[in-house]
Nanobody, 123 residues
Framework: VQLQASGGGLVQAGGSLRLSCAASGGTFRNYNMGWFRQAPGKEREFVAGVTRSSTPLYADSVKGRFTVSRENGQKTVNLQMNSLTPEDTAVYFC??????????????????WGQGTQVTVSS
């Protein structure tokens, strides 16, 4: 499978962005999907994930502001980001995993990564 993330950009604090990750090849419906982000000088961190059965999970820092969803027919996973703050500024990556739900917050559980899309939130 190959992953292509899009939708990043520059937005003011309090604004919204919608990221999308398109998959090609592989059997998308069989993968658990995740979103991670990496800010300059920081480690990559889990943001949100969605299982094969569309169960969502979120990092505490984005819960209530971000919504993850998947469309198996379109082979896409989306991340709707609302109430953005400057602390959300990072490169956002989507990734695919065959691991169980309990492992999806760990980047090592993912076997395929997209190229990343930059999200910049100005204050």
């Amino acid at each position: 499978v190959q992953l292509q993330a899009s939708g990043g950009g520059l937005v003011q604090a309090g604004g919204s962005l919608r990221l999308s990750c398109a998959a090609s090849g592989g059997t998308f419906r069989n993968y658990n999907m995740g979103w991670f982000r990496q800010a300059p000088g920081k480690e990559r961190e889990f943001v949100a994930g969605v299982t094969r059965s569309s169960t969502p999970l979120y990092a505490d820092s984005v819960k209530g502001r971000f919504t993850v969803s998947r469309e198996n027919g379109q082979k896409t996973v989306n991340l709707q980001m609302n109430s953005l703050t400057p602390e959300d500024t990072a490169v956002y990556f989507c990734a695919a995993s065959n691991s169980v739900l309990s492992a999806l917050r760990t980047s090592d559980s993912y076997h395929t990564w997209g190229q990343g899309t930059q999200v910049t939130v100005s204050s």
